[in-house]
């Protein structure tokens, strides 16, 4: 019903810099939330940074002053710019979205993953 696209992840050096994208396309009602969540091996996932389609953003702790997600509403596309990362940042990066269906229903869809790796 709702497929997500993810791209740009890649191997960096740690203060360098990554850009995220993805691109959400079906059915997709408002409101919703998109975002990004992330997994390292043997971890737990875990929130990243969050955009709802009225402008509403969060952030987690750990990436406060150095991320920044942004979102084209018109195009269902949502954006993380990663900046002086960190090699605690490496990680299998989702792209998610939630919306709830005209009955009420609340939907959870998730991208493939894309792979940072911050090493030296």
């Known amino acids: 019903q709702v497929q997500l696209v993810e791209s740009g992840g890649g191997l960096v050096q740690p203060g360098g810099s990554l850009r995220l994208s993805c691109a959400a396309s079906?059915?997709?009602?408002?409101?919703?939330?998109m975002g990004w969540y992330r997994q390292a091996p043997g971890k737990q996932r875990e929130l990243v940074a969050t955009?709802?389609?009225?402008?509403?953003?969060n952030l987690a702790d750990s990436v406060k002053g150095r991320f920044t997600i942004s979102r084209d509403n018109a195009k269902n596309t949502v954006s993380l710019q990663m900046n002086n990362l960190k090699p605690e940042d490496t990680a299998v990066y989702y792209c998610?979205?939630?919306?709830?269906?005209?009955?009420?229903?609340?939907?959870?869809?998730w991208g493939q993953g894309t792979q940072v790796t911050v090493s030296s």
């Open positions: 955009a709802t389609s009225e402008g509403r953003v």
């Open positions: 079906g059915s997709i009602f408002r409101p919703n939330v």
């Open positions: 998610n979205l939630m919306h709830s269906s005209p009955l009420g229903k609340r939907d959870n869809y």
